[in-house]
């Protein structure tokens, strides 16, 4: 976001998309310490019902952080970040799993100089993230 953008409720962030496959779970899992074998090991995986290896939730959390820490300019304007997971992040053997992230200012705060902004966090047809809202200061 440049400083002169002005912003209101319904400016759209730009979309990202992401790609994640088993290196980028192996390299998340060595960089956070989070070597749960269900995001590892596909064994593992199936064997507590799912359908596959699945990308750490934290990992697509800060995927979507990423997004309005670069739209504000500076991650230190995220404010507040919270969401709710809702369905995992598939990621096969074969193809990369696919995460889009959009998001949407839906409230002004003018006096304290914030946005709130809600992201659409989905994977294939499935929102992976619910509830998914940042508070960012605009100055």
Not at 24 to 50: C, K, M, Q
Not at 102 to 130: N, Q
């Given at each position: 976001?440049?400083?002169?953008?002005?912003?209101?409720?319904?400016?759209?962030?730009?979309?990202?998309?992401?790609?994640?496959?088993?290196?980028?779970?192996?390299?998340?899992?060595?960089?956070?310490?989070?070597?749960?074998?269900?995001?590892?090991?596909?064994?593992?995986?199936?064997?507590?019902?799912?359908?596959?290896v699945?990308?750490?939730?934290?990992?697509?959390?800060?995927?979507?952080?990423?997004?309005?820490?670069?739209?504000?300019?500076?991650?230190?304007?995220?404010?507040?970040?919270?969401?709710?997971?809702?369905?995992?992040?598939?990621?096969?053997?074969?193809?990369?799993?696919?995460?889009?992230?959009?998001?949407?200012?839906?409230?002004?705060?003018?006096?304290?100089?914030?946005?709130?902004?809600?992201?659409?966090?989905?994977?294939?047809?499935?929102?992976?993230l619910t509830?998914?809202?940042?508070?960012?200061?605009?100055?």
């Amino acid at each position: 976001m440049s400083t002169d953008e002005r912003v209101e409720v319904g400016t759209e962030l730009p979309t990202a998309r992401y790609e994640l496959s088993r290196e980028d779970l192996r390299a998340y899992a060595e960089a956070s310490g989070d070597r749960n074998p269900i995001h590892l090991d596909e064994a593992t995986a199936r064997s507590v019902g799912l359908p596959d290896v699945i990308a750490h939730g934290m990992l697509t959390m800060g995927l979507a952080g990423t997004v309005v820490a670069d739209w504000v300019g500076d991650p230190a304007r995220v404010l507040s970040y919270g969401t709710k997971f809702t369905a995992p992040v598939v990621v096969p053997a074969g193809a990369p799993a696919v995460v889009e992230v959009a998001g949407t200012v839906v409230g002004l705060d003018a006096a304290a100089g914030t946005a709130e902004v809600d992201l659409v966090v989905t994977s294939g047809d499935e929102k992976v993230l619910t509830r998914a809202r940042a508070v960012v200061a605009l100055r």
